[in-house]
């Protein structure tokens, strides 16, 4: 069983940066396909950004290009999600999810979350 956590939110301004950081751990090796979502109260999960396990084939979402930059260390099993330039709409509960399921069409691990909220 996988299990992955996040950490590293907070409370911040508009404007500020923040890092969040997630740690994964299982069985076997752990060549996982990761992700970064996100969900504000009272609207739908959205999935913010993706890499692979080579570090390639990176996706954002429109509304964090240019601010947000994911990367992972594959040696400490840790994915990260540095956020730049936050805005009030990036207040969501961020999730860290692991292992593209082909077939189900979903991510297969998820962590509890951390809130990240911005505000003045």
């Known amino acids: 069983q996988v299990q992955v956590m996040e950490s590293g939110g907070g409370v911040v301004r508009p404007g500020d940066s923040l890092r969040l950081s997630c740690q994964y751990s299982g069985p076997g090796k752990n060549d996982y396909s990761m992700a970064w979502f996100r969900q504000a109260p009272g609207k739908e999960r959205e999935e913010v950004s993706c890499i692979e396990w080579t570090g390639g084939n990176i996706y954002y979402r429109d509304s964090v290009k240019g601010r947000f930059t994911i990367s992972r260390d594959n040696g400490k099993n840790n994915l990260y999600l540095q956020m730049h330039s936050l805005k009030p709409e990036d207040t969501a509960m961020y999730y860290c999810?692991?292992?593209?399921?082909?077939?189900?069409?979903?991510?297969?691990?998820w962590g509890q979350g951390t809130q990240v909220t911005v505000s003045t």
């Open positions: 999810a692991a292992e593209w399921d082909t077939v189900l069409g979903d991510w297969t691990y």
